[in-house]
């Protein structure tokens, strides 16, 4: 499993509060990112992360901010949720041993439901 | 961003081979075309890559065509196991950090029978 654990796994929140995801890896990886999935969409890219203090947006990156403080954990904040954030959220490292090709592995997801 | 087209779903029988064609008729000469799956309630897995040579691993084969504009990943005897959404992906460089984004579309259901 490439050594990413996703946190909570699933969490149910109300319209206009805050909440923050947390992928931790323990593989030292450079890159992490972060994905939504949603039915009709596929995985879309939320932000992504290259380096300790060094992120960038995805391609759905409105309502949604990240922090890297440590190279281990990667945490996607929603600052006040909207339903329209309901979704599974996955978090992904890149591998090794293709050099730039390297795989993307990915955690088990965060099922994230806004009421 | 190069496109990729898949069919929507295939249906295979446990056991015999299956192709799951992808289009990518507008892949760039420095594109690789990636191929993950993803089982149902887990994240997606890396299953396979190449850029123009035919790419074999434990897991499948990727037969890439001559021109590029398309490739197939054979799964050479399916399994229940096997059944997933497949997600055939061409990658793309992120703006910053040397990194790449790899855009998934909505994937391709195989369903395996037994």
């Known amino acids: 499993d490439a050594g990413i654990t996703q946190s909570p796994r699933h969490k149910v929140t109300e319209t206009g509060t805050p909440v923050t995801l947390r992928c931790h890896q323990t593989?030292?990886?450079?890159?992490m990112y972060w994905y939504r999935q949603d039915p009709g969409h596929g995985l879309r890219l939320i932000h992504y992360?290259?380096?300790?203090?060094?992120?960038d947006k995805g391609e759905v990156s409105d309502g949604y901010s990240v922090s890297r403080s440590k190279t281990e954990d990667f945490l996607l904040t929603l600052e006040s949720a909207t339903s329209s954030q309901t979704s599974v959220y996955f978090c992904?490292?890149?591998?090794?041993?293709?050099?730039?090709?390297?795989?993307?592995?990915f955690g088990n997801g965060t099922r994230l439901t806004v009421t | 961003d190069a496109k990729t087209t898949q069919p929507n779903s295939m249906e295979s029988n446990e056991e015999e081979p299956v192709h799951l064609p992808c289009n990518h008729s507008?892949?760039?000469?420095?594109?690789?075309i990636h191929w993950y799956r993803q089982l149902p309630s887990q994240g997606p897995e890396y299953v396979i890559h190449?850029?123009?040579s035919n790419v074999n691993n434990r897991m499948a084969s990727l037969a890439i065509a001559e021109d590029r504009k398309s490739s197939t990943l054979i799964l050479h005897r399916a399994t229940l196991r096997d059944a997933a959404v497949y997600y055939c992906?061409?990658?793309?460089?992120?703006?910053?950090?040397?990194?790449?984004?790899?855009?998934f579309g909505k994937g391709m259901k195989l369903t395996v029978n037994p």
């Open positions: 190449g850029l123009t």
């Open positions: 593989e030292n990886h450079r890159y």
């Open positions: 507008t892949i760039s000469g420095t594109d690789y």
């Open positions: 992904a490292i890149k591998g090794t041993g293709f050099g730039e090709n390297s795989p993307l592995h």
């Open positions: 992906i061409l990658r793309d460089f992120l703006t910053q950090g040397g990194s790449e984004k790899l855009v």
């Open positions: 992360s290259y380096g300790v203090k060094d992120t």
